[in-house]
């Protein structure tokens, strides 16, 4: 397999794109995903067997099983950013080893049932929050110390809109290339 090949199954949807301005329309697009999402992933991967939960999306690659543990683990960590932001001012919040995350043994071997109904509660919270949010609310802040930058919470809402559709790529081509 090409490297071309291999970018292509690593970012199915491609890298994310921040766009110069976030509009009304642009978040409300972003909050309607994540809104979304739970239900969305879990009709996915309601019907594939434990064996088809363990196949790599790609080589070298996590499986469907460690996707849907990530996005739970990730998501867990936005929610605490969005606090913290609305909270403190410009906080420095903690980043984390998602690959190493992902090799811990609830992620490998743990049934998704789990994180799927953490997405459920997490992501209707999430959403309300996000929705009763002012427009200087938006524009609060968080340093992540791995990119030394501040970002903002709608441009984080951007980014997680992207991450949702992404990891939900991993899986949906994934069962298209082996016809599930």
């Not at 909270?87 to 190493?100: F, G, L, M, Q």
């Not at 309300?128 to 802040?141: K, M, P, Q």
Request: hydrophobic share 35%; glycine share 4%; proline share 4%.
């Amino acid at each position: 397999m090409t490297s071309t090949e291999l970018e292509k199954l690593r970012y199915p949807i491609g890298k994310f794109e921040q766009p110069a301005q976030i509009t009304k329309a642009l978040l409300d697009g972003y909050i309607a995903t994540i809104a979304s999402f739970p239900e969305v992933l879990r009709k996915e991967v309601a019907h594939l067997t434990d064996a088809q939960l363990d196949t790599p999306y790609r080589p070298g690659g996590w499986t469907v099983r460690q996707v849907v543990h990530h996005c739970a683990d990730s998501h867990m960590n936005s929610q605490i950013r969005l606090k913290w932001a609305l909270t403190e001012d410009s906080p420095v919040i903690k980043a984390y080893y998602e690959e190493r995350w992902a090799e811990l043994a609830d992620s490998k071997g743990l049934p998704v049932e789990s994180s799927l109904r953490i997405l459920d509660g997490l992501h209707q919270r999430w959403v309300f929050l996000l929705n009763s949010l002012s427009a200087e609310e938006l524009e609060r802040d968080f340093i992540h110390p791995e990119h030394g930058r501040s970002i903002k919470i709608n441009e984080n809402t951007g980014l997680y809109d992207w991450h949702c559709c992404h990891h939900l790529a991993h899986i949906t081509e994934l069962k298209k290339r082996q016809s599930w």
